[in-house]
């Protein structure tokens, strides 16, 4: 364990870090600590030599299971954080340990001595391991969803859905062909339900299909105003946070 990043927004956090590693091991080299889903994004986009990730859930744009909607990270990750609910989605990314904060030196200890007894043949079979789950998942991904109108329960495929919105607490799915059906689920579920390379989280109130996508104009404060095929119920402004993950998908999509 020589090379090592850091995904932390908190800087008090990531300086303890630094220093039980460097206790550990006073040659570890810190590569890069990022505070932030849009700084590791465009981070991993580029290949580095890291031998470990330490990986903070709790970020200031959001957590950090998106990092992994945009870009493959095939280094072994650790992750520190003060919850215990996302075990479950730890184990599904490249994790070979959780630690729970505040976690003490022999935690940290233990967690490293976990990575350096993986072999190559344990690392390769850890990789199998991630692109069977991955395989799950895009089998289990919703392909149609079930509105419902009036009397009458109607299959929607995705390939008709222009975008989702929300609005004092109501969501809306509106089509290609200009239908809208009420939702009776929440933009942060269906962010974690919808094929990532076909679906995008603009903001708070919108979740945009590829498919209505017309074109992208520079907005103020450096941020993007989203242009679809069909009308919308305001203006979709990606946020400058969210500016490079959003051009991530869309050149995705364009290589498709």
């Not at 109130?205 to 242009?227: C, E, H, P, Y």
Request: glycine share 2%; net charge negative; aromatic share 10%.
């Amino acid at each position: 364990m020589r090379r090592v990043v850091i995904v932390e927004d908190e800087t008090a956090a990531a300086v303890n870090l630094r220093s039980m590693l460097q206790n550990i091991n006073p040659d570890v080299e810190i590569v890069a600590v990022l505070e932030s889903v849009e700084e590791s994004v465009e981070f991993f986009a580029e290949k580095h030599e890291i031998d470990v990730v330490f990986m903070d859930i709790h970020l200031a744009d959001g957590d950090s299971f998106r990092i992994f909607k945009s870009v493959d990270i095939d280094v072994p990750i650790i992750f520190t954080t003060a919850y215990d609910e996302y075990a479950l989605q730890a184990f599904k990314v490249n994790s070979i340990d959780y630690l729970l904060k505040p976690f003490r030196l022999e935690d940290l200890q233990g967690a490293l001595s976990k990575l350096e007894r993986l072999t190559n043949a344990e690392r390769e079979s850890e990789r199998e391991r991630r692109r069977g789950l991955a395989a799950e998942r895009n089998a289990d991904v919703m392909q149609t969803m079930l509105v419902r109108y009036k009397d009458k329960i109607i299959p929607l495929k995705m390939s008709d859905i222009a975008f989702f919105y929300t609005f004092a607490e109501r969501v809306t799915v509106n089509t290609l062909s200009g239908d809208c059906f009420p939702v009776e689920k929440t933009l942060e579920s269906l962010s974690h339900e919808l094929p990532a390379d076909d679906f995008f989280r603009a903001n708070r109130q919108f979740i945009v299909s590829r498919a209505a996508v017309k074109d992208v104009a520079v907005w103020f404060g450096s941020r993007l105003a989203l242009n679809l095929t069909v009308e919308t119920p305001e203006r979709i402004i990606i946020s400058k946070a969210r500016v490079p993950e959003f051009k991530l998908w869309l050149q995705s999509l364009h290589r498709r």
